[in-house]
């Protein structure tokens, strides 16, 4: 388990009018990334951050740690992040299935392998929490919960008393996650928001092979 050690980090204020990016789950999809970030330059996007789990599935792990570490865009580790920086004996992805554990080994034994020492190490580095304040909003950027790196937050398990207990514990108005790469988005209470920003690696699950991304105008 793999608290994120949230209270630890300063948050970095940024201007109220900012249009922020937030996007995780690249899971190796170096072509994914790239797109995002043409498309965010377009959106007039003024700051992106990432919320983990760089590699896994896709061939190329070292593209992606390549292309997020020549922007500098900040990133929350993930557990894949963890488990690669660590040289831990599997991603911690918490899966409870035997085939799906199975399919994981082999992804993140070839994401192992195939991942150089240097680009390791820059993983093992990575903050397990990142927070940010707009205007009078508080917000706090994980992989899975605050409290736990591969905690899964489905839409449907999860109780707006449980995200509320987050919002108190750790002293929140936004929490983003992301993780489970299912987009979902919650205003529990005027002003408190639980946003799972998906995954821009892999299908969400819907049969389809395409990726999405969401992009919403602010207020
Ligand atoms: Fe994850």
């Known amino acids: 388990m793999h608290a994120a ?18 996007f995780g789950g690249v899971y190796s999809n170096y072509l994914a990334l790239e797109a995002l970030l043409d498309d965010a330059k377009r959106r007039g996007v003024q700051s ?12 190329f792990p070292n ?4 292309i997020l570490r020549e922007t500098r865009i900040p990133i929350v580790q993930g557990n894949y992040d963890n488990s690669i920086g660590n040289g831990l004996a599997d991603c911690q992805c918490g899966y409870t299935d035997a085939r799906d554990n199975y399919f994981a080994k082999l992804s993140y034994d070839y ?9 390791k190490a820059w993983l093992q580095k990575l903050s397990p929490a990142i927070r940010i304040e707009i205007g009078r909003y508080r917000i706090l950027l994980c992989h899975g919960s605050p ?10 398990t999860t109780s707006d008393a449980f995200l509320n207990w987050l919002f108190q514990k750790y002293d929140a108005d936004i929490i983003v996650g992301t993780h489970t790469g299912l987009h979902w988005h919650r205003e529990i ?7 799972n920003c998906g995954a821009i690696g892999r299908p969400p699950n ?12 602010g207020t």
Request: hydrophobic fraction near 30%; aromatic fraction near 12%; include cysteine.
């Open 5 to 22: 050690n949230s209270n630890s980090s300063k948050p970095q204020p940024l201007n109220s009018w900012q249009r922020i990016g937030l």
């Open 48 to 59: 992106l951050y990432c919320l983990g789990d760089l590699g896994a599935f896709g061939p």
């Open 63 to 66: 593209r992606v740690c390549q």
């Open 111 to 119: 994401t192992f392998r195939h991942t150089s020492s240097d680009n």
């Open 147 to 156: 409290r736990k790196m591969s905690e899964f937050l489905w839409e449907t």
């Open 189 to 195: 209470a005027p002003g408190k928001h639980f946003i």
């Open 206 to 217: 819907d049969g389809q092979t395409t990726v999405v991304y969401r992009h919403r105008a």
